[in-house]
């Protein structure tokens, strides 16, 4: 059987490299780290993270785009670290897309403009074309983004492919989102009868957490402030 690790978010590498740390099994996997960020910094490291484990025999794409639902072009908030979305109304991208957006000088402008502007691919579209029969595991840290892409992967039944699937949800840090976004995101997964677990890849060893219950979730907008009782 093929198996896949697609590292949606991949930053600097964290997450793949927790992945192998983690599974004893981890060079059957084929791992594709997806990171759209042009910053150079963080790009030289990625690099030479996929460099250090490529050379161990371990198999590593790295696809350059953004994740979405589509292919083609899209806007893309890249403050050159993990907190890059392409929500504009996610916390800390809305003061910096708002300062961005009031520059006058028209150079800077075009500038900011470039910088905004990514490739992103459609998901489904990747996962079906994966060869069948594979065991795919999905992590998704995608800053906001994957409402959009959870709810499009539903809809077109892509999900039936993913084996298991580790995310972080973050519309507890959006302004125009609600709890009902995360309840309605954890229920689309659960059609497929896939439970999405806490990822984090910061802890090499053991980057699995629990699972994103109604309860963690409500846990979670009152750590920020932002749950209401009805």
């Known amino acids: 059987m093929n198996k896949y690790f697609l590292d949606c978010g991949g930053n600097k590498g964290q997450s793949f490299k927790s992945f192998i740390l983690s599974r004893p099994d981890s060079k059957e996997y084929k791992i594709v780290c997806v990171e759209p960020s042009k910053s150079k910094k963080m790009q030289k490291k990625l690099k030479e993270k996929v460099k250090e484990f490529a050379d161990q025999g371990y ?7 953004v994740v979405y639902t589509y292919n083609g072009d899209i806007k893309f908030y890249d403050m050159g670290n ?6 504009p109304n996610k916390k800390n991208i809305k003061s910096w897309a708002l300062t961005q957006k009031n520059v006058k000088d028209e150079k800077k402008k075009a500038a900011n403009a470039a910088k905004f502007a990514n490739e992103c691919f459609d998901l489904s579209e990747y996962i ?3 060869p069948q029969p594979a065991e795919i595991l999905l992590k998704m840290d995608i800053e906001g983004a994957e409402y959009a892409v959870i ?6 039944g892509a999900l039936e492919r993913v084996s298991e699937i580790y995310l972080e949800p973050h519309a507890c840090k959006i302004s125009n989102k609600s709890i009902e976004d995360d309840f309605e995101m954890i229920q689309q997964l659960e059609d497929f009868n896939l439970q999405p677990r806490a990822w984090n890849g910061n802890r090499q ?12 979730i409500k846990k979670e907008w009152k750590r920020k402030g932002r749950y209401k009782k009805k």
């Open 59 to 65: 198999n590593i794409e790295l696809i350059k785009k």
């Open 82 to 87: 993990e907190s890059s979305s392409v929500d």
């Open 128 to 130: 079906f074309n994966l």
């Open 151 to 156: 709810s499009h992967l539903h809809a077109t």
């Open 205 to 216: 060893h053991q980057p699995i957490g629990g699972i994103w219950s109604k309860e963690k």
